[in-house]
């Protein structure tokens, strides 16, 4: 699986963005998608997971009724969208594929590029 993050930007505090993640290769929907972020000088932390079929999703505290997270299994597609944006939100945002429903990060066997959300004060 090869994934192409995308949609990251630079956003003012309490504005929104929205990610997205392209993944190529069979079977998109066999494998439950994670987004993770890293922020300068911290370490890569979960953020949210998606099941396969999308039916079941769980988020980190920290972003819990501001991110939603949501897959096209059509267009083999798993998007971020970000709302309410803090500057602490401020990271380079990852998604990543697995065959395991999971936030253990070291347990995704497949991850993007990257892309970098800035938030402004």
């Known amino acids: 699986v090869q994934l192409q993050a995308s949609g990251g930007g630079l956003v003012q505090a309490g504005g929104s963005l929205r990610l997205s993640c392209a993944a190529s290769g069979p079977t998109f929907s066999s494998y439950a998608m994670g987004w993770f972020r890293q922020a300068p000088r911290k370490e890569r932390e979960f953020v949210a997971v998606i099941s396969g079929s999308g039916r079941y999703t769980y988020y980190a505290d920290s972003v819990k009724g501001r991110f939603t997270i949501s897959r096209d299994n059509i267009k083999n597609t798993v998007y971020l969208q970000m709302n309410s944006l803090k500057p602490e939100d401020t990271a380079v945002y990852y998604c990543?594929?697995?065959?395991?429903?999971?936030?253990?990060?070291?347990?995704?066997?497949?991850w993007g590029q990257g892309t970098l959300v800035t938030v402004s004060s």
């Open positions: 990543a594929a697995d065959e395991s429903y999971s936030d253990y990060l070291e347990g995704y066997d497949y």
